[in-house]
């Protein structure tokens, strides 16, 4: 199975950006279905964006045209490039593989269709 590890996270001020990225290990990521999901204390872990086998790519509306998820199946790694940051988007990022999802990345049940999880990386908006 993969296995994935963030990177990327950090501090940034109000209307920066940063790249996330998750390498895979143990399996390609080509043949999964990839999302980010972030989560801040005391709150359900959310979708954010996530990209299919095919390259099909969904966000959530409130990332909508400041997030871009993408990957480079040669090299096993995903990214989430996310500009014009603001104070909410802060919390702990997870990059999530699942063989087949049938629910928007944006659903509250999203997460339970992926399987496979990182670590997670932080970003803290300023």
């Known amino acids: 199975h993969v296995q994935l590890v963030e990177s990327g996270g950090g501090s940034v001020q109000v209307g920066g950006s940063l790249r996330l990225s998750c390498v895979a290990s143990g399996d390609t990521i080509g043949r999964y279905c990839m999302g980010w999901f972030r989560q801040i204390p005391d709150r359900e872990r959310e979708g954010v964006a996530g990209?299919?086998?095919?390259?099909?790519?969904s966000y959530a509306d409130s990332v909508k045209g400041r997030f871009t998820i993408s990957k480079d199946n040669t090299k096993n790694i995903l990214y989430l490039q996310m500009n014009n940051l603001k104070p909410e988007d802060t919390a702990m990022y997870y990059c999530?593989?699942?063989?087949?999802?049938?629910?928007?990345?944006?659903?509250?049940?999203?997460?339970?269709?992926?399987?496979?999880w990182g670590q997670g990386t932080q970003v803290t908006v300023s």
């Open positions: 990209i299919e086998s095919d390259g099909s790519t």
């Open positions: 999530a593989a699942a063989l087949m999802v049938t629910q928007r990345i944006d659903s509250e049940f999203a997460q339970y269709e992926y399987t496979n």
